[in-house]
């Protein structure tokens, strides 16, 4: 079976640091994780790691998407996977770096996609989001009772299965086992709650220094109009909101720590439920040991 490697973790625990260091120790190079820096523009935000960071690393599925592009779970598996292939072919170990726990779960495990769930669909123009959710729980209701209704995206993806394959979606999942396709090793970086809570609201702050004002606000000046998938990250959604005068400034900033940490909180969550995890606590001292640490466990396993 294939081997790869997944560095997973919330935002500021140190993952990019990490996955440098083992690009160069394995010979390899990386491939993003992180549903949001596969897009163009959304760099500060998105916490995408620059040039400099990348120390001449080569870097793939990462800022490679306009804005207004729709980008599924289902292309971002088709792209992993012929990734992973490329790397096989060229002898080197896969090393994914990010977040985004469906994205990796449904391109590390045997989930099957139709191709018409990423696209959307015209004939529901005409129906509130009401209505399309009254039909999906008429016809689908496992699945419509774990989606909210004001999820259209989602709701019209699910009619869309059923339309296409006259098979409800939860049916579909239920009948995929969901075994892994490679022999995946899935690194975590963790830290105490609380430290990591501060981490995150400083993080926050460094963007701000760092210029996220002025890349939101030109994001906002071309894009305000639109309601991009993109364009919904935590960080570009509150500034929009208040660049369109919904709330102050103070409360924009708040609402990005406050949603940054529910989120991490929820990526411990999905993680731990859903992949097999060899968990390493930082040392925020000397992160060199904790580099040494991953690199002596995975010369160990693979």
Do not use: C
Not at 123 to 136: G, I, P, T, W
Not at 156 to 161: D, V, Y
Not at 201 to 208: A, G, N, Y
């Amino acid at each position: 079976m294939n081997k790869v490697v997944v560095i997973v973790g919330p935002t500021g625990v140190g993952k990019t640091k990490l996955s440098i260091a083992l690009a160069k120790y394995f010979h390899t190079e990386i491939i993003n994780g992180d549903s949001v820096q596969i897009y163009k523009e959304l760099d500060i935000g998105s916490a995408k790691v620059s040039e400099e960071e990348k120390e001449g690393i080569k870097h793939h599925l990462l800022d490679f998407k306009e804005i207004e592009e729709d980008y599924s779970v289902y292309e971002y598996q088709q792209d992993l996977r012929e990734k992973i292939a490329y790397f096989k072919e060229k002898k080197m170990l896969p090393l994914i770096v990010g977040g985004t726990g469906l994205y990796l779960k449904a391109s590390l495990y045997d989930y099957t996609f139709n191709k018409e769930e990423s696209n959307r669909s015209e004939e529901y123009a005409s129906m509130s989001n009401e209505q399309l959710y009254a039909l999906l729980t008429k016809l689908d209701p496992k699945e419509a009772n774990k989606l909210h209704v004001n999820n259209r995206r989602r709701v019209e993806r699910a009619l869309n299965i059923i339309k296409n394959t006259q098979k409800k979606k939860s049916e579909l999942l239920e009948a995929q086992e969901h075994k892994p396709l490679y022999e995946t090793y899935f690194i975590g970086l963790t830290l105490p709650r609380e430290e990591l809570y501060k981490r995150i609201d400083k993080r926050v702050d460094l963007m701000i220094d760092n210029g996220l004002l002025e890349e939101t606000k030109k994001l906002y000046d071309k894009y305000h109009d639109k309601n991009y998938k993109s364009l919904q990250a935590i960080g570009y959604k509150e500034l929009f909101m208040y660049y369109k005068n919904e709330i102050s400034y103070k409360e924009a900033i708040e609402l990005i720590k406050k949603k940054s940490r529910n989120y991490a909180k929820r990526q411990y969550t999905w993680f731990n439920n859903q992949f097999d995890v060899k968990w390493f606590n930082v040392n925020l001292d000397n992160f060199s040991e904790t580099i040494n640490d991953v690199i002596n466990y995975l010369e160990d396993s693979l």
